[in-house]
């Protein structure tokens, strides 16, 4: 399948913001994503008390979902508008303290203790800062992630998974050609050579 048409496109980080700013937010969805729900057997795998991160968060409401089953959710998002809007939407107290390994970021966390989001970039992170993840949802992120960045962020994902995790990730299919993205196409041979 031909990406070369979305292969050099670069949506910057200040892009993104801006689109909170806008309200421009069509990806967010107030409904929690049907897969998830489908195969949510399939993440939990008869496990309780998992740790599940989410890449690329935005204000994704499965995190509240899964939170609320006893699971302990992190996410990561460059937005603090969409971290405090998450928390504020779902009427959730929280408190708000430096990372000190990474200058300028922040961490969220419900005063329950069991949500945490990162505000900063996907790739200030490491497992030596936020640990490994037994479950990852991922939707709208890897789709989202420039096409350049993929093995970078795929690589990091890999290091952040514990050996017996589960991985549920959504792509769309689609012709590249008809639209610029995101979400990008990324065809499955790329995510077999992407992840192994
Ligand atoms: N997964 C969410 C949001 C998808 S949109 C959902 O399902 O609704 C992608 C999100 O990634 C946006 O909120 C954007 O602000 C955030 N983002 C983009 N680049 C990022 C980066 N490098 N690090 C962290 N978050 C990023």
Redesign the pocket.
């Known amino acids: 399948s031909d990406v070369g048409s979305q292969k050099d496109r670069v949506?910057t980080?200040e892009e993104?913001?801006q689109?909170?700013e806008m309200g421009n937010?069509g990806?967010?969805?107030e409904q929690r994503?049907p897969l998830l729900q489908k195969y949510l057997d399939v993440l939990l795998n008869g496990r309780s008390g998992l740790r599940i991160f989410?890449?690329?968060?935005?204000?994704?409401v499965?995190m509240k979902w899964l939170a609320d089953m006893g699971h302990s959710v992190v996410g990561?998002?460059?937005?603090e508008q969409?971290v405090k809007e998450f928390f504020s939407e779902h009427s959730l107290p929280y408190c708000e303290e430096p990372v000190p390994e990474i200058s300028g970021a922040k961490m969220f966390q419900s005063t329950s203790g069991n949500i945490s989001l990162y505000c900063?970039?996907?790739?200030?992170l490491s497992s030596s800062i936020i640990g490994k993840f037994d479950g990852v949802?991922?939707?709208?992120?890897l789709v989202?992630?420039n096409p350049c960045?993929r093995q970078r962020y795929a690589s990091l994902m890999i290091n952040l998974v514990e050996k017996n995790s589960s991985y549920l990730l959504v792509t769309v299919s689609y012709d590249p050609n008809k639209h610029k993205g995101?979400?990008f196409y990324v065809p499955e041979s790329e995510i077999k050579s992407l992840f192994g």
């Open positions: 949506v980080e993104w913001l689109k909170w937010i990806f967010h969805k994503h989410f890449p690329l968060c935005g204000k994704a499965e990561v998002e460059i937005s969409a900063c970039s996907i790739y200030d949802w991922d939707r709208g992120a989202a992630v960045d995101p979400p």
